[in-house]
């Protein structure tokens, strides 16, 4: 049995709790608002600009303006997501290893969950880009090659959870590879900036061109992520909660 304040665990149903289905239930409304607005409003996005044709991985491809680039309004806001949800992870990671809680450890543990899933969403909507765009499945462009580790990094998290059996020594792993894995977040963000790229666009920018016809849904997609992202957090969390108490009251009754 771990010791009280190690142990020590927010209660079950709070205020943020009774929110999370409301929170999953508008960002739900948002998402299919945006996506509704998208093909009704909203002008072709002039994406992954080339100037000139150009041989990216190894298919002649030239600047488009087709239907699949409206995939962007869902794709951008779910990677936003994912990256909103590793800012907890590394929160919370930083939380722990200043008290030794666990309550932080669940917390850090459930956001990188959150993200996962988020992260899995954003590889799965680019691939789609990439092939109606690009022509080809995958090209090892900076951004894409950062998000690409950063997704390995999320899988190597839990797999470290699953290989260290020792409770205080899997959370300290897990909190300082937390860490690490959220400072891939910015690099992922900014990367295009660092390493100017042809094929993919700098997206928040002054000069960016977004017209309101586009930003509104562009926002309600992102809004509506969000708050899906909150609410699936929040509800992992509560299952979370339940079963450790379960575990709790069931060691008691062996003792």
């Known amino acids: 049995m771990a010791d009280e304040k190690t142990a020590r665990l927010p209660r079950v149903g709070g205020r943020l709790d009774s929110l999370a289905p409301w929170a ?11 996506f509704v607005l998208n093909f009704t409003v909203a002008p072709l996005v002039n994406g ?6 150009a041989v990216i991985g190894g298919t002649l491809v030239g600047n488009k303006l087709l239907l699949s680039q409206k995939i962007f309004y869902w794709h951008m806001p779910v990677a936003m997501a994912s990256f909103a949800a590793l800012v907890f992870t590394a929160y919370y990671s930083i939380r722990f290893l200043m008290t030794k809680e666990y309550r932080y450890d669940v917390r850090a543990k459930l956001a990188t969950e959150t993200s996962l899933v988020f992260v899995l969403c954003t ?9 109606f765009e690009w022509g080809v499945w995958w090209t090892w462009e900076p951004r894409l090659t950062t998000y690409f580790v950063l997704m390995l990094m999320i899988f190597g998290y839990f797999i470290l959870r699953n290989a260290v059996e020792d409770t205080e020594r899997r959370a300290v792993y897990s909190s300082v590879f937390g860490i690490l894995i959220f400072i891939d977040v910015p690099i992922c963000f900014m990367i295009t900036r660092l390493i100017p790229s042809s094929v993919h666009p ?4 002054t000069d960016s061109g977004l017209s309101p016809e586009m930003l509104l849904p562009l926002l309600l997609s992102l809004f509506g992520f969000l708050l899906i992202a909150f609410g699936l957090y929040r509800l992992r969390l509560r299952v979370q909660l339940m079963e450790d108490a379960l575990v709790r009251i069931q060691d008691k009754l062996e003792d």
């Open 24 to 34: 999953l239930a508008l960002g739900a409304l948002l998402a299919i608002a945006g």
């Open 48 to 53: 992954a600009t080339v100037a000139e044709p």
């Open 123 to 131: 590889m799965a909507t680019g691939e789609m880009w990439t092939r």
């Open 202 to 205: 700098v997206i928040f920018r």
